[in-house]
């Protein structure tokens, strides 16, 4: 299937490897978007793969004093048994222990799955809830940190360069005192792939249980994975009673671009599952909260 297979163990070796220029390259990860892609014709066949699973520098998951940064080429397994996520990113590790089965868990990558740029990518909308940054790398010039939420330009497209640039890991605030996340999707019965609607939220608990704050992402919501910001600015600052939830419910629908697929749902069974999904993770997320 391919000429050249070139397994980079530090960041360094994999931008060198990045910019050999005379041939037509494809990062690799888990593969398993890419190889689909390319035997469906949706990806050219590339005559080298550079294949970036064990780069040292992305495959951590640590805390830097108030942040957790998360590398690219961390596998969905091993999200799912990080404590440190376990305790700070409830919403990613929920998202990514529900992607595929074990056997896709154990080989695609939280990278991968931000790279690959889909609406309802679940790793992908878990980690808007967090409003987290990515570190982008290219191979020659300065690595830069942005919003997440800044780097897709549309179904499967991303800003940053994927022939000259490498998705290098994710950074968030850790959870602190009356803060929780949670992550909910509701699938085809027989589905394995993407889901018909997903959601994250994060909130903040302020006195008396009011919402001090709020992040709400979902997907497919319209071309680009998508936060829903004037639904968090009807619920900021507010008790989480049914008039706030339904103030937020009709907003919600009011700001997501919601359509009819033909394989997974129509969009009014989408209109019908977003009071579902938005209940269902705040009122986790308040749980847990609360807890804390
Ligand atoms: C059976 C099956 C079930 C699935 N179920 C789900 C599901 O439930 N939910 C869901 O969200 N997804 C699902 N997926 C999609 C897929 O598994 C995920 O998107 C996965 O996280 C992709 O990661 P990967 O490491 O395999 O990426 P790859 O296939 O290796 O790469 C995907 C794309 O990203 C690029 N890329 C990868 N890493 C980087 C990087 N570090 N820097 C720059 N570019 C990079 C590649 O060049 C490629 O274009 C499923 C796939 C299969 C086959």
């Known amino acids: 299937m391919v000429e ?60 830097d004093g108030n942040e957790i940064y998360l590398g690219g080429a961390v596998t969905h397994q091993e999200i799912v048994h990080s404590d440190l996520l376990n305790k700070h990113a409830q919403c ?14 154990n080989v695609a990558t939280i990278g991968g799955n931000v790279a ?10 878990s980690l808007l809830a967090l409003d987290a940054k990515v570190h982008i790398a290219p191979r020659s010039g300065d690595p830069r940190w942005e919003p997440l939420i800044d780097i897709f330009s549309g179904p499967g ?12 890991g994710f950074r968030f605030s850790k959870i602190n005192e009356g803060e929780a996340s949670a992550f909910h999707r509701v699938m085809r019965p027989q589905g394995v792939a993407i889901a018909i609607l997903n ?24 071309p680009r994975p998508f936060r829903a910001y004037q639904t968090e600015a009807v619920l900021k600052g507010k008790l989480f009673d049914s008039i706030a939830f339904e103030q937020a419910c009709q907003v919600l629908a009011g700001e997501v671009s919601l359509r009819t697929s033909k394989h997974r749902a129509t969009k009014e069974y989408r209109e019908q599952l977003l009071p579902v999904l938005l209940r269902e993770v705040l009122d986790t997320a308040i749980g847990r909260a609360i807890i804390r």
């Not at 998202?95 to 074990?102: Q, R």
């Not at 800003?159 to 490498?166: K, V, W």
């Open 157 to 168: 497209k991303v800003t940053f360069d994927r022939a000259s640039e490498l998705l290098v």
């Open 116 to 125: 690959h740029a889909l609406p309802a990518g679940d790793g992908t909308i």
């Open 92 to 105: 990613v590790v929920e998202g990514c222990g529900l992607i595929g089965g074990p056997q896709v868990r």
């Open 4 to 63: 050249k297979y070139v397994i980079a163990k530090s960041l360094s070796e994999a931008l060198e490897t990045l910019g050999i220029e005379d041939r037509s390259m494809a990062v690799i990860a888990g593969g398993s978007d890419l190889l689909i892609d390319i035997r469906q014709g949706r990806h050219p066949q590339p005559d080298l793969f550079l294949d970036i699973s064990e780069v040292e520098e992305m495959r951590q998951i640590r805390l």
């Open 199 to 222: 959601m994250a939220a994060w909130v903040k608990i302020g006195s008396g249980t009011t919402i001090a704050d709020v992040r709400i992402a979902c997907g497919p919501a319209g």
